[in-house]
């Protein structure tokens, strides 16, 4: 089993930056991509941005210029910095993982439990 942990949401705003982080834990034996998701009251989940084992990236229109997605190999953590927030951006940010346990194995897609994101004066 692997499990995700976020940090780093909160209040802020409009205008300010946060930071959230991801660890990943249990077992692993390679993770390939991490990503971000974000969801809305009312809204269906839809992703912010994610990240290869290699550091491709990819970013949702609405954040580009705005945030950035990085990761730690070696600590199995995502990070996403969000700049220049704007009230749109509140939602519960979740993060997500494809996991391989073991050599060989198959990959299996892991989601962590979210962290509230608030933008607002």
């Known amino acids: 089993q692997v499990q995700l942990v976020e940090s780093g949401g909160g209040l802020v705003q409009p205008g300010g930056s946060l930071r959230l982080s991801c660890a990943a834990s249990g077992s692993i034996f390679s993770i390939r991509v991490m990503g971000w998701y974000r969801q809305a009251p009312g809204n269906e989940r839809e992703l912010v941005a994610r990240i290869t084992s290699t550091g491709s990236t990819n970013y949702a229109d609405s954040v580009k210029g705005r945030f950035t997605i990085s990761r730690d190999n070696a600590k199995n953590t995502v990070y996403l910095e969000m700049t220049s927030l704007k009230p749109e951006d509140t939602a519960v940010y979740y993060c997500?993982?494809?996991?391989?346990?073991?050599?060989?194995?198959?990959?299996?897609?892991?989601w962590g439990q979210g962290t509230q994101v608030t933008v607002s004066s």
């Open positions: 997500n993982a494809y996991v391989q346990e073991r050599l060989s194995g198959p990959t299996y897609r892991y």
